[in-house]
């Protein structure tokens, strides 16, 4: 039998930001047990129409149903761990997670219709546990949410470090500081690989601390005459409590608009994040309140257009509107294929006469991921034979890859999504490839593109459709005019010719221009009309619909 290996085998989130699901493997190469490490989700952007969520295709996995152990979730962001709910009736495995990710998952699940309910074993950062070839130690982080961790994974064939998504915070808003002794005690006992977190790799320096962002967010709460309004990512805990913090010095009290904001503090407070901050004030109470008294904490920092954020820049909210003079806080960054939604919003609200400040201005945002200072920090405390650069586009991997090299890291593999990495015994290098991809999240639905329909939807919003159905008689003449029906399709030509008309003719004309005998072969009429029909609609138009064509005797 073939000798035991331990390999790393990313299915999503290295070459693409999102979706981070990575599996590591111990064993024979043919019967290796697994564990799953973190199971997230992207977000659509506008080539897949009308689609919630898209999340990684794990047809790998299913493969070796019955090997893999348990998913072990670092921290509860949506490309961590978003895709739980949705993958893991297909998987059934247990689930570790720490006490704010299991409540936050929770809390999901009672507000989604049929989400299963997902038996959890909680762990603490700083704990350890196994899970049978894998001895896996949860050290604690610093990141943009309560309880992040890295993953210290021990086989018989040695430890690798996958970081998660961390950062060196000097002066955290919540939760420990990175815990720096530990890494340290790892490198000494020695570190095969550090598969570690790219996102900022492209950055200089060392990232500003949390208590130093609240600071900067308390200075504009303080200097502001009317209302303020802060919108962040609804998981930053310790942002939301630095912004009351701010807001008791002022003076002010803070409402909280959005869902669901209000779903991670409720969470939060459950697990004493956020002792001895005054009671949120809901929407109800917000016209009691004078303007300079006021701070609201709100969703729709990304631009998201049922967020609470854009129902203020539209003024379209029962209780609660903004005026002349207020200021809205972006305590965010925007995610890259949200700049035109956000645009759209900062604008709505500079026309009602509200000021707008913004990482870059002050400092009221910092990113949780650790920039090139904070990585050589990790690689000198930690010592890996080499180093996995993950979580990252193609530059943010090459970032790191580079530095790494030039930080004297003696091996840096190149390792994409599908490539089944060994980390142990030999050279780390990839051994094989494995299925990956995407799998979409529509409506009650998850399937492929295919199985989705959204290359066709895709394609759809961007010609319409036309359907045709044409009547011949006993004779194969025309029983009369077909009926034709265009969506989406442009009404009139360049002359003003009604569009509907022309393709109508070019119907006719196509049944017309076919001898009677050979009208008996329905399939040859339909295709014909089809033909002309799009032909018509690119003369006219310059764009060819879908076309629908029914032929009936
Ligand atoms: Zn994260
Ligand atoms: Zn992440």
């Not at 990141?143 to 430890?159: D, F, M, N, Q, R």
């Amino acid at each position: 039998m073939a000798k035991e290996d331990f390999v790393f085998l990313p299915l999503g989130g290295v070459g693409e930001i999102g979706m981070n699901l990575a599996l590591y493997g111990y064993g024979p190469p043919t019967a290796r047990r697994w564990i799953m490490v973190d199971c997230g989700v992207t977000f659509p952007d506008a080539n897949l129409p009308g689609v919630d969520l898209v999340l990684p295709d794990i047809r790998f996995v299913e493969k070796i149903d019955g090997e893999l152990l348990a998913i072990v979730i670092t921290h509860a962001h949506e490309d961590h761990y978003g895709a739980l709910l949705d993958l893991w009736p297909r998987l059934k495995v247990p689930v570790h997670a720490t006490p704010f990710t299991a409540g936050l998952l929770e809390a999901k699940r009672q507000s989604e219709n049929n989400a299963p309910r997902i038996p959890v074993t909680v762990y603490r950062a700083g704990e350890a546990f196994e899970i049978g070839p894998f001895r896996i130690e949860a050290v604690p982080v610093s990141h943009s949410i309560p309880e992040p961790v890295s993953l210290a994974i021990t086989t018989p064939l040695g430890t690798v470090i996958h970081t998660g998504d961390w950062k060196i915070d000097p002066a955290p808003e919540l939760g420990p500081m990175i815990d720096e002794q530990r890494f340290r005690a790892l490198g000494d006992a020695g570190v095969l690989g550090l598969i570690c977190d790219s996102t900022n790799a492209l950055r200089e320096g060392d990232s500003p601390s949390e208590q130093a962002v609240g600071e900067g967010i308390r200075e504009v709460i303080e200097a502001a005459p009317g209302r303020v309004a802060v919108t962040t990512f609804s998981s930053n805990v310790g942002r939301i409590k630095a912004v009351a913090e701010a807001a008791r010095e002022a003076g002010r009290q803070v409402l909280v608009l959005g869902r669901s904001l209000k779903r991670v503090i409720d969470v939060a407070s459950d697990l004493g994040y956020l002792e001895g901050i005054a009671p949120f004030l809901a929407e109800e109470d917000y016209g009691y309140i004078p303007r300079e008294n006021v701070v609201i904490l709100c969703t729709g920092s990304q631009g998201e257009p049922r967020a609470a954020l854009a129902k203020l820049a539209r003024d379209e909210m029962k209780g609660v509107a903004l005026s002349p003079g207020d200021t809205v806080i972006f305590s965010s960054r925007t995610i890259p294929g949200n700049e035109k939604a956000i645009l759209e919003i900062k604008n709505q609200l500079i026309e009602q006469g509200v000021r707008i400040v913004e990482d870059g201005q002050a400092l009221v945002h910092v990113s949780g991921h650790p920039r090139r200072s904070e990585l050589l920090k990790m690689y000198e405390w930690v010592r890996p034979q080499f180093v996995v650069p993950v979580h990252g586009e193609a530059a943010h991997l090459v970032g790191q890859a580079s530095l790494a090299l030039s930080a004297g890291i003696r091996h840096v593999p190149r390792v994409r999504n599908g490539d089944v990495l060994r980390l142990a015994p030999g050279q780390a290098e990839v051994v094989d490839q494995a299925p990956f991809g995407r799998i979409f999240k529509d409506g009650f639905l998850v399937g492929s593109e295919e199985e989705m329909g959204i290359r066709d939807r895709r394609k759809l919003s961007y010609v319409g459709h036309v359907a045709v159905n044409v009547v011949l008689d006993d004779r194969h003449e025309l029983a009369g005019d077909p009926d034709l029906v265009a969506v989406g399709v442009a009404q009139h030509d360049a002359r003003g010719g009604n569009l509907e008309d022309l393709m109508l003719d070019a119907a006719i004309g196509a049944v017309d221009s076919i001898p009677r005998q050979r009208r008996r072969d329905l399939d040859l009429v339909a295709e014909a009309v089809r033909r002309a029909v799009r032909s018509a609609a690119n003369e006219a138009w310059g764009k060819k619909p879908l076309v629908t064509v029914f032929v009936t005797r």
